[in-house]
């Protein structure tokens, strides 16, 4: 069995804030990594892929990646309200992706 | 573009009915992947499809349920008989050329009595 593994949550931050949320993996074959986004009662809807070591930035949104430690994570900077959601992290092993439980964000004014 | 579409949006039934899900990827895409999301389990992967061959069923719970996808632009889950258990929500996803970068239908709430 393929783990992915995020905190649940809830994770509560202030406005402007930068929010962490992190994922490991059990598979050290893994080749490619996401982090889907989901709101309340929506679709799940990817917002960010890294598929090599480092960091990644797309806008206010940068993943994070390292292999050796089998860890994922997504830092959201200037988190605002909108940011409220459930973030699941997903790792594709051969040949699907195998999705976390998720970890619920809120953001408060 | 329209996005994956699925229909019904929401599905309430009895135990002992049958329920059929219905999907439209994504034009052009060739992958085809149905989910079931519940509180307890989260997101699970049931079946894939791979233009129009299923790939991976290893997700399927059970005989009770079964998938078809007769062409690019179609594909159905049956669950029959149903239970109180298959209460979820339903995803269908598609992607283009691999099982990535996946793009989720809005989903079918079911509910069974």
């Known amino acids: 069995q393929k783990e992915v593994e995020q905190n649940s949550g809830p994770l509560s931050v202030p406005e402007g804030a930068i929010a962490s949320l992190n994922c490991t993996y059990s598979?050290?074959?893994?080749?490619?990594f996401f982090w889907y986004r989901q709101y309340s009662g929506k679709s799940p809807e990817l917002i960010m892929f890294i598929y090599s070591n480092g960091d990644k930035e797309d806008g206010r949104f940068t993943a994070q990646l390292n292999k050796a430690s089998q860890y994922v994570s997504l830092l959201i900077r200037d988190s605002q309200p909108s940011d409220s959601a459930t973030y699941l992290c997903a790792v594709s092993t051969l040949g699907r992706l195998y999705f976390g439980r998720g970890t619920q964000l809120t953001v408060w004014p | 573009d329209a996005g994956v579409i699925q229909s019904p949006r929401h599905e309430v039934t009895e135990m002992g009915q049958e329920v059929t899900l219905r999907c439209k990827p994504i034009?052009?895409?060739?992958?085809l992947f149905w989910y079931r999301q519940t509180m307890m389990r989260g997101l699970e992967l049931l079946i894939y499809f791979n233009n129009n061959v299923p790939i991976d069923d290893s997700g399927m719970p059970e005989d009770r349920f079964s998938a078809k996808m007769p062409n690019a632009s179609f594909s159905t889950l049956k669950i029959q008989p149903s239970e109180p258990r298959d209460s979820a929500v339903y995803f269908c996803a598609s992607s283009l050329g691999g099982v990535e970068t996946q793009y989720f239908g809005p989903g079918t709430r079911l509910l069974v009595l």
């Open positions: 598979d050290r074959g893994s080749q490619s």
């Open positions: 034009s052009g895409h060739d992958y």
